[in-house]
């Protein structure tokens, strides 16, 4: 089956630093990698995806980019804000299965 | 709308106790799933209904009845839990689970915060 890992656990920023997130998988059939941010006491909301067909995608100040030869993909925020705190979740769905594999988490902190 | 609401938001109980977890969505979506969250992990898939039909069981314990009246509804029945299934416990919906619909955007609820005692 699918196995995501992801890199870092932790990340500290400082306020307007930029912060990537990798992620790599297992199962080279996965097409589907979508990015959840959760904030404290709420439930993961989706923030980017991206699909196998496509190499990087951009949304304001936040990109994905995808490598399917070494499966694994990034995320990256720039300009990062306090706001951007929280846990990351990476997620990783194959033409099999019909659930996310989810990433380990890593907990980002914009330091003001 | 593009909203999944949970209710309620925090529930504690007593491990002979009965409860309901209830999850709704209007968005059209015929998938339907539950996930259970620990502190400091990622979600955990318990179940998933497609077209109001159990479509995945992880294997979940049978203290956890999943019910789906219709499309826009989801319970989770809790029957003698047990402490270690205190957790942060997570609806999502998804358009869709056929090949129709390969790339299926699941959107979260906020979660009930389940304290067992």
């Known amino acids: 089956g699918e196995n995501v890992e992801q890199h870092p656990s932790t990340l500290s920023v400082q306020e307007g630093d930029s912060a990537v997130i990798k992620c790599t998988y297992s199962d080279s059939a996965s097409n589907y990698f979508p990015w959840y941010k959760q904030e404290l006491g709420k439930g993961p909301q989706l923030i980017i995806d991206?699909?196998?067909?496509?190499g990087e995608k951009k949304d304001q100040r936040i990109a994905v980019t995808l490598n399917k030869t070494a499966k694994h993909f990034s995320l990256h925020i720039t300009e990062t804000q306090p706001e951007d705190s929280a846990v990351y979740f990476c997620?990783?769905?194959?033409?099999?299965?019909?659930?996310?594999?989810f990433g380990p988490g890593t907990r980002l902190s914009v330091l003001p | 709308d593009t909203e999944v609401t949970q209710t309620p938001k925090h529930l504690v109980m007593g491990m002979t106790n009965k409860k309901s977890l209830k999850c709704e969505q209007h968005m059209g979506h015929r998938a339907m799933y539950w996930y259970k969250q620990k502190a400091k992990k990622p979600p955990e898939l318990m179940f998933v209904y497609s077209y109001e039909k159990l479509s995945i069981n992880e294997s979940v314990p049978s203290r956890f009845s999943p019910e789906c009246p219709n499309s826009s509804l989801l319970n989770l029945h809790l029957h003698a839990l047990q402490p270690e299934d205190s957790a942060l416990y997570l609806c999502?919906?998804?358009?869709?689970?056929?090949?129709?619909?390969?790339?299926?955007?699941?959107?979260f609820g906020p979660g009930t915060r389940l304290t067992v005692l």
């Open positions: 999502a919906s998804s358009q869709d689970l056929t090949s129709h619909h390969l790339y299926n955007e699941q959107f």
């Open positions: 997620a990783a769905k194959g033409l099999q299965g019909q659930n996310f594999v």
């Open positions: 991206i699909r196998s067909n496509v």
